[in-house]
């Protein structure tokens, strides 16, 4: 019965690992089927890449065909290609001297009997030829004229493109104007010439305030008008300076009363600026001051007249 037992445990463990084998190998060639289908995508996308280039490349060759084709329709001349052939075929083969008199008495010119006479027929040749040279100069001035007409044109263009972007420039650039609030119920622990940075922009025509900072740097030269209103914490006093370029265009002082009542301190001032030119609103005091905001302090200003 022992024996029995083991050898069934016996047979059962290499069940087992075949059984664990076979779902080793079945994995495997999952793994190799998913990388084969990964490799066939990304053989498959290639293959797209590769016929819209082609594509590309048969459009373009296209287009160069017709160009070529419309450049030889105009250029080449019917007439005097057919007059080109007549001659090299005269050159080419011996005319009996009965028809070569037959002939210029058809085309009334005379025959060709004397030295004097080829001298004559070299001449009109010469002039036939003069008159071909003319005719093909001729078309080819015109071809020239259509080229330099349509770059005329092209230029007319680029240049009615570029005063459209101008004029849209100018018209962007010409009007300045910006509006910030602050927003904070109050701004706490201002320190001596810290930087009023009224967060809240309500308009910024011209792109020159940066609230980040609090800045307003002038986009376009000219006269310009700046009005500032700060407000007072509740029982709190603030002094606040608005300048340009570290000089001081105007002083702002407010002192809130105790009870709960806020004081508020505008000023408006007018003055000339240079592109690149800074104005900002600085607190001077106290130290550790504070500010109230939530609207009742803003920061104002308006390009007046350009120069």
Same mark, same amino acid.
């Given at each position: 019965m022992s024996a029995t037992n083991h050898n069934l445990q016996t047979e059962h463990a290499t069940l087992l690992q075949k059984l664990t084998d076979q779902e080793i190998t079945i994995a495997t060639l999952r793994t190799d089927l998913d990388n084969q289908k990964s490799i066939s995508k990304e053989s498959s996308r290639q293959t797209a890449v590769l016929q819209s280039t082609v594509n590309g490349m048969g459009v373009t060759i296209a287009k160069l065909k017709r160009i070529f084709a419309s450049f030889q329709e105009h250029s080449n001349d019917k007439t005097g290609n057919k007059f080109y052939k007549e *001659?090299? !075929?005269?050159d080419t083969k011996e005319i009996p001297a009965?028809?070569?008199?037959?002939? #210029? !008495?058809?085309?009334n010119l005379p025959s060709l009997d @004397?030295? @004097? @006479?080829?001298?004559?027929? $070299?001449? $009109? *040749?010469s002039e036939k030829s003069s008159h071909l040279g003319s005719l093909l100069g001729f078309v080819g001035e015109k071809v020239g004229d259509t080229k330099a007409s349509q770059r005329i044109k092209d230029n007319k263009t680029r240049h009615a493109g570029l005063n459209i972007v101008n004029s849209k420039q100018r018209a962007a650039t010409n009007f300045v104007a910006f509006h910030a609030v602050l927003t904070p119920y109050h701004i706490d622990h201002l320190g001596d010439n810290d930087n009023i940075r009224f967060d809240r922009v309500l308009l910024n025509e011209g792109d020159g305030y940066h609230n980040q900072h609090g800045l307003f740097i002038t986009p376009k030269p000219g006269f310009y008008l700046f009005s500032v209103t700060l407000a007072t914490n509740y029982d709190g006093p603030f002094f606040a300076e608005l300048r340009k370029n570290g000089a001081i265009l105007v002083n702002l002082s407010g002192n809130g009363q105790a009870g709960g009542y806020l004081d508020q301190s505008s000023v408006t001032v007018v003055t000339k600026l240079n592109a690149g030119d800074e104005v900002?609103?600085?607190?001077? =005091?106290? +130290? $550790? =001051?504070? *500010? /109230? =905001?939530?609207?009742? #302090?803003?920061?104002? =200003? +308006?390009?007046?007249? $350009? /120069?």
């Open positions: *001659i090299k !075929q005269e009965s028809k070569l008199n037959s002939s #210029s !008495q058809h085309l @004397n030295n @004097n @006479n080829i001298s004559l027929m $070299d001449a $009109d *040749i900002w609103v600085v607190h001077t =005091g106290p +130290v $550790d =001051g504070s *500010i /109230f =905001g939530n609207y009742f #302090s803003s920061f104002t =200003g +308006v390009l007046l007249a $350009d /120069f």
